[in-house]
């Protein structure tokens, strides 16, 4: 099993920058594939980013492709996600979550831990 916990959610001006971080313990972390998803008000959860267990391979949702940056440190046993040009649309909660695979995934559902989120505002 592993605990999630994420960090870095503020308030921030729209076309600010923003990094979350994801602080994992329990088992090795290099285990897990991670993914970023957020959640806003009256909305379902989405996907945000995802990166495989060594992180040599990343995947994005269209609306933050180009924008932001996933990227993990196995020897901290931390997942980060580098916000770039913030959107009002991007103001959500932001959870991390593993995956019990090397391979990275899209889909929430097999996401099998997942932390309590960090809330996002950009203003406009």
């Known amino acids: 099993q592993v605990q999630l916990v994420e960090s870095g959610g503020t308030l921030v001006q729209a076309g600010g920058s923003l990094r979350l971080s994801c602080a994992a313990s329990?088992?090795?972390?290099?285990?897990?594939?991670m993914g970023w998803f957020r959640q806003a008000p009256g909305k379902e959860r989405e996907f945000v980013s995802t990166?495989?267990?060594?992180?040599?391979?990343?995947y994005y949702a269209d609306s933050v492709k180009g924008r932001f940056t996933i990227s993990r440190d196995n020897a901290k046993n931390t997942l980060y996600l580098q916000m770039n040009s913030l959107k009002p649309e991007d103001t959500a909660v932001y959870y991390c979550?593993?995956?019990?695979?090397?391979?990275?995934?899209?889909?929430?559902?097999?996401?099998?831990?997942w932390g309590q989120g960090t809330q996002v505002t950009v203003s406009s």
């Open positions: 329990g088992r090795t972390f290099s285990s897990y594939a």
């Open positions: 990166i495989n267990w060594i992180g040599s391979s990343t």
């Open positions: 979550a593993a995956r019990s695979s090397y391979g990275y995934a899209a889909a929430a559902g097999v996401y099998d831990y």
